[in-house]
């Protein structure tokens, strides 16, 4: 049984399948009469509506759970949710707070579970966002992007996806919120570039793509008016992308917040990749379920 909680536990060749699954003409109605649970303990606008059309799309019915109605490891042990989860769906996707949790719900084999963001990993993120890129490059060979702000969930499962697609890192992060070294070392291992730096615009220098995302994630509001400050100076602006490789994209996870993170000229305008990522995650979302049920 395969499960998907963060990008290192898929080979080179799982992603290439992967993305090739999203196309929606390769969709089978392999769900059809089966369920699958979505337990969001934290906000979503994207993974809820994407992963629930990613069900529909392969015949099946989901159900989507707030985090307070289930109580996960709370009302009941995380084994306990999972065993009784499984019992009625084909699969399980969640969002956690505790990144421990979807490693306890893996560990039970009951059914493939899917990490729908964690304070460690968003993977189904980032097979939306290679589609994106690759929807746009015909190949990754010889490409790089850039991250520019918080080394979060989103980064760390960025730096292992573009090594495992054969991409060029390029991070600026401020101190002390520096993406998780064992995924930077992770990244190497795979055999790509990584450069590690406080400076946006060194990062920036010539990349094809550049990313960002909040500064303050979610469970992370206590500690908001610290990281804004440590972010002054890390907005990606119109000055800063014009740093950049000429056509190079902007990405954003979403949702954003104009004005900090990025400018609202930039992710309003020509570069910006934003709204076909959105769509992407459905794309994603309904591959990634696909091929964790046939495997
Ligand atoms: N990008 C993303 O995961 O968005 P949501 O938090 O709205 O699901
Ligand atoms: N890093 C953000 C991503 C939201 C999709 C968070 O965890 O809130």
Redesign the pocket.
Known sequence: MRHLLEMDQLSAADLDELLDLCAPERAEPVLAGRGVALIFE?P?N??RNASEMAVVGLGGHPISIRGEEIGLGVRESVDDVTRVLARYHALIGARVFDHRHLEQMAAVEAAPIVNL?S?MA?PT?IVADLLTLRQRWSKFDGRSVAWVG?G???ARSLVLGCGLAGLSVRLACPAGHAVDPVAVDAARAYGVDVLETVRPDEAVAGADAVYT??W?????EMHAHQKEDAFAGYTVTADLMAQAAPGAVFLH???AHRGLEVAAEVIDGPASAVWDQAENRMHAARAVFQWLITQ
């Open positions: 934290k979503s994207r993974t963001l304070d968003h993120q918080d979060n969930n989103v995302d909040v303050v994630s979610m469970g992370q996870c979403l949702p």
